[in-house]
């Protein structure tokens, strides 16, 4: 059993939404690389978490992209270190800042209008481009 989360903004992940494995890693470790199971693989439970709201569940969702599996499970690993224990911190610091980017709300777009200026400028900019292309074209000899 883990210890609860803390994310910023006064979020609190319950340690029993989280679940860690150990796993042999890729990475650094030497001879022991064969040996010790320094990769660490944490799921949190998204699906069934009470502790997010809905709105920022579908944040993260897309956020995380493949790492959420069918079940609603996000998974983080780490094996970024030759040490199991730093590499559970690892990722728990990963799934925390993942979460506080999704607690981000993002601002809605207000659709603005053209100013008369700027509807100008496009308009004599349009000309401008039509008489350098007329310019380009053959000359006719009306003779």
């Known amino acids: 059993m883990l210890d609860e989360l803390r994310v910023d903004g006064g979020v609190v992940i319950p340690g029993a939404e989280l679940s860690w ?7 650094p470790g030497g001879q022991n690389v064969n ?4 990769k660490v693989e944490l799921r949190f439970d998204l699906a069934n978490s009470a502790a997010l709201r809905p709105d ?11 790492r959420v599996d069918a079940a609603g499970q996000l998974h983080v690993v780490s094996q970024r270190t030759r040490d199991q224990a730093r590499n559970l911190d690892d990722a728990r610091e990963k799934l925390a800042a993942l979460i506080a980017a999704a607690m981000v709300v993002p601002r809605t777009r207000r659709p603005t209008k053209p100013t008369r200026g700027s509807q100008r400028r496009r308009i004599d900019e349009k000309r401008r481009d039509s008489g350098k292309k007329q310019l380009r074209q053959r000359v006719s000899s009306d003779d």
Request: hydrophobic letters at 40%; proline letters at 0%; a positive charge.
């Open 21 to 27: 494995t150990a796993v042999r890693s890729s990475g």
């Open 35 to 38: 040996k010790v199971a320094s």
């Open 56 to 66: 920022t569940k579908a944040r993260l969702r897309a956020l995380a992209g493949k």
